[in-house]
């Protein structure tokens, strides 16, 4: 059976790096993002084969910009006056942020989130094309109605079985293509009972272009090597991504700020 798991992982990250590969050809990838995939892809594999008894770095290496912060516009999942504070920088339209949001958010809110150990920030970024902003600007008008993270999760599960589904077709992209649109939000408004009125009329206002553009600026001073995603912080140090899919690391990490 273990035989046949590590099989199945195998064709997968194989799947996945052909998609990848395609990818980068994308205007919109950007060497860090590339190098991000590649990591990914690697570190599921490894990891879920037996390799996590390795040791793992716990912050990536490189240029350092200024620390993150939880802003007024952010919003905390979980306890705000918890000791670990994890923060992500997404986008809506990248797929390695649905990946991370499917395979390893889960574990953070369960293990770390709902247990009062971490509080949560996603701040959405939109540097992929207008999609990137609709989605941003959806989750910044469920925030009126205290939905953003209701918001947020409906959008990414939307989102991955987008991705998923281009991959078995064998669709080169599944950014631009139309899916995340104002249709999309107000049937994922309606599900978490927003005020769709309310909703619709804050989407179109244009009032909220500002909040991402703040998120935007604060990414280009803390990614000062080059904005990718998704990207995490633990208490104001960006995390290697081999340690975010590898729960043991994970662990560790968070414990070690806890003490």
């Given at each position: 059976?273990?035989?046949?798991?590590?099989?199945?992982?195998?064709?997968?990250?194989e799947e996945i790096a052909q998609f990848i590969k395609k990818e980068e050809k994308k205007e919109w990838m950007l060497p860090a993002s590339i190098v991000f995939a590649a990591v990914v892809i690697a570190a599921a594999f490894v990891y879920s084969s037996g390799a996590a008894n390795n040791p793992a770095p716990t912050v990536e290496q490189g240029a350092i910009g200024k620390a993150p912060e939880i802003t007024a516009a952010d919003v905390v999942r979980g306890n705000s006056d918890a000791k670990v504070t994890i923060i992500e920088f997404g986008d809506f339209q990248c797929p390695y942020c649905g990946k991370f949001f499917n395979d390893v958010a889960p574990f953070i809110k369960s293990a770390f989130v709902d247990t009062g150990k971490a509080k949560l920030v996603y701040k959405p970024l939109a540097f992929l094309g207008q999609e990137s902003e609709n989605s941003a600007t959806a989750v910044a008008c469920a925030q009126e109605q205290g939905k953003f993270w209701e918001m947020h999760d409906g959008i990414f599960t939307a989102e991955y079985k987008e991705v998923e589904q281009m991959i078995a077709r064998k669709i080169e992209s599944s950014e631009n293509n139309g899916n995340l649109n104002l249709n999309l939000f107000t049937k994922i408004g309606k599900e978490i009972g927003l005020d769709q009125n309310a909703f619709t009329e804050c989407?179109?206002?244009?009032?909220?272009?500002e909040v991402t553009a703040a998120h935007m600026r604060e990414a280009q001073e803390v990614m000062t090597d080059g904005i990718s995603t998704p990207t995490v912080y633990i208490n104001g140090k960006k995390v290697d991504p081999r340690v975010l899919y590898d729960k043991q690391a994970l662990t560790v990490l968070v414990e070690s700020y806890l003490k």
């Open positions: 059976m273990e035989h046949t798991n590590e099989k199945n992982q195998m064709n997968q990250a989407f179109n206002s244009g009032k909220k272009i």
